[in-house]
């Protein structure tokens, strides 16, 4: 079960209608005060990866423009491209019907890649089975389009 976690400057969120079809942003953050942010470029609407953000992640990104996140490893703010130079400049947000998730629609600076281990998309393997029973990934991007370890100064 999930609770809503006070967002403070979000509109609170009262009945079920006015959640679903309002124009008040109340967004549904989990027990952990977090809310999925699933990440697309703008242009292309390939889906770049999915992060965390909390009440102060989004509020940051609505103000700032850049997109910001919570580290659920680290329990930390982070800007994403802070470090790479890979900031994502928000065109558009958007939001479900039931405000428990985001959705941001960016364009990437630098190299444009988006993933910490090198490749654009987080999402550059899919899932592959066979009759036999056997399952595996295949990459979709044949190359990372940098070294991380020359980005970020360690092995990711």
């Known amino acids: 079960m999930t609770t809503n976690i006070k967002a403070e400057g979000f509109a609170p969120r009262t009945d079920k209608k006015a959640i679903e079809l309002g124009y008040e942003l109340c967004p549904k953050f989990d027990d952990n005060g977090l809310i999925a942010a ?24 609505i103000e700032t423009g850049e997109a910001w996140y919570w580290s659920r490893s680290r329990q930390e703010y982070w800007k994403k491209g802070g470090t790479s130079g890979q900031v ?12 428990d998730a985001i959705w941001l629609r960016v364009t990437v600076e630098g190299n444009g890649a ?6 654009r998309s987080c999402f550059f ?23 991380p ?6 092995k990711q």
């Open 38 to 61: 699933a990440v697309s470029d703008y242009d292309s609407g390939e889906l770049l990866m999915v992060g965390y953000m909390n009440d102060e992640s989004l509020r940051r990104t």
């Open 114 to 119: 988006t993933c910490h281990v090198g490749y």
């Open 125 to 147: 393997r899919e899932v592959k089975s066979n009759t036999d029973g056997e399952i595996w990934l295949k990459r979709t991007e044949v190359a990372p389009v940098y070294d």
């Open 149 to 154: 370890e020359e980005v970020y100064g360690k």
């Open 88 to 99: 994502q400049k928000v065109k558009e947000i958007r939001t479900d019907c039931d405000q």
